[in-house]
Nanobody, 126 residues
Framework: QVQLMESGGGSVQAGGSLRLSCAAS????????MAWFRQAPGKEREGVAA????????YYVDSVKGRFTISRDNTKNTLYLQMDSLKPEDTAMYYC???????????????????WGQGTQVTVSS
């Protein structure tokens, strides 16, 4: 089984950058998807960025496209989210997620993921 643990959150001013890390314990195989979700107070959890391991394909929600980059270091078994040009609306708790048998079209549907980290808080001030 897989265990996930996020780190790297914090408070930054608008326009700043953060890099989130998700350390995975366990085997991440070719059929896995991994993703970053976020949830702000009073809002639904939304998918931000996802990666399909088998195809090494990345996907982004429109609101972060061009600003965020998802990547994975296979040797370190770690998922990253590089966040640049941060905006106050990016403020949320960010969660790392993984699923063993990924249906790519459902990559931003939270209920397909069965492995979750505890979350790391990102706060962006104007």
């Amino acid at each position: 089984q897989v265990q996930l643990m996020e780190s790297g959150g914090g408070s930054v001013q608008a326009g700043g950058s953060l890099r989130l890390s998700c350390a995975a314990s366990g085997y991440i195989g070719t059929n896995y998807c991994m993703a970053w979700f976020r949830q702000a107070p009073g809002k639904e959890r939304e998918g931000v960025a996802a990666i399909y391991i088998g195809g090494d394909s990345t996907y982004y929600v429109d609101s972060v496209k061009g600003r965020f980059t998802i990547s994975r270091d296979n040797t370190k078994n770690t998922l990253y989210l590089q966040m640049d040009s941060l905006k106050p609306e990016d403020t949320a708790m960010y969660y790392c997620a993984a699923v063993r048998s990924c249906t790519v079209v459902l990559r931003f549907v939270s209920y397909i993921y069965n492995y979750w980290g505890q979350g790391t808080q990102v706060t962006v001030s104007s």
